[in-house]
């Protein structure tokens, strides 16, 4: 069973920056399979796709309210995905999840994504 362990999130002032990062372990097959995928969610609003990556081709996309901002990548050898946040604003603060898609839709659609961590709280804050 995947499993993903999401860490880096905190209190950060306006215009700072955080790195987040998405652990992943219990795979079925080879981590070289998926599409890892950051959403986040803010209270009263419905979860974003912001961003991400497949694990083979590297391939990436972003959702138009972080591109510019938002850079995700991948380390292959720690099985991790990475979502570095520059230029935080307090319309960034959020729970935010990082997911797998073992189908690799390449969507930021939640509804392609069935594993889920369990969320870190990006709090974005003078």
């Known amino acids: 069973q995947l499993q993903l362990v999401e860490s880096g999130g905190g209190l950060v002032q306006p215009g700072g920056s955080l790195r987040l990062s998405c652990a992943a372990s219990?795979?079925?097959?080879?981590?070289?399979?998926?599409?890892i995928g950051w959403f986040r969610q803010a209270p009263g609003k419905e979860r974003e796709g912001i961003s991400y990556?497949?694990?083979?081709?590297?391939?990436?996309n972003y959702a138009d309210s972080v591109k510019g901002r938002f850079t995700i990548s991948r380390d292959n050898a720690k099985n991790t995905v990475y979502l570095q946040m520059n230029s935080l604003q307090p319309e960034d603060t959020a729970i935010y999840y990082c997911?797998?898609?073992?189908?690799?839709?390449?969507?930021?659609?939640?509804?392609?994504?069935?594993?889920w961590g369990q969320g870190t709280q990006v709090t974005v804050s003078s």
């Open positions: 997911a797998a898609d073992p189908t690799n839709q390449y969507i930021l659609d939640a509804i392609a994504y069935d594993h």
């Open positions: 219990g795979f079925t097959w080879g981590w070289d399979y998926w599409t």
């Open positions: 990556i497949n694990t083979h081709d590297g391939s990436t």
